[in-house]
Nanobody, 130 residues
Framework: QVQLMESGGGSVQAGGSLRLSCVAS???????????MAWFRQVPGTEREGVAR??????????VLSDSVKGRFTISQDNAENTFYLQMNSLKPEDTAIYYC??????????????????RGQGTQVTVSS
């Protein structure tokens, strides 16, 4: 059973930075392939948005960022720590949301919606003030 635990959320002013972490247990990055890890965010009462995804397959890795965060956010993973990260720079008030990490396993590409991922964390709140 895979478990994901996010941390690193908090309150910052616009222009600031945060780094979200997602520690995975029950799943070892360095021994795995054909999986996707992703960050989603959601403001209560609105649709969930895919922010970033990172795919690891037999041919290598691929990462994609949504247009709303491109150039400001970076997704990465640390195999030694079995953790993946979302580095968020130049934060804007519209980045305020609950952020979730998710993983999908045995896939040839990243699913588009979080419902199609196998596991997700409990979420961490990010609040950006103007």
């Amino acid at each position: 059973q895979v478990q994901l635990m996010e941390s690193g959320g908090g309150s910052v002013q616009a222009g600031g930075s945060l780094r979200l972490s997602c520690v995975a247990s029950g799943f070892i990055f360095s021994r795995s392939t054909r999986y996707c890890m992703a960050w989603f965010r959601q403001v209560p009462g609105t649709e969930r948005e895919g922010v970033a995804r990172f795919y690891t397959g037999f041919g290598g890795t691929d990462s994609v960022l949504s247009d709303s965060v491109k150039g400001r956010f970076t997704i990465s993973q640390d195999n030694a720590e079995n953790t993946f990260y979302l580095q968020m720079n130049s934060l804007k008030p519209e980045d305020t949301a609950i952020y979730y990490c998710s993983t999908a396993h045995g896939v040839d590409y990243c699913p588009n919606t979080m419902e199609r991922f196998n596991y997700r964390g409990q979420g961490t709140q990010v609040t950006v003030s103007s």
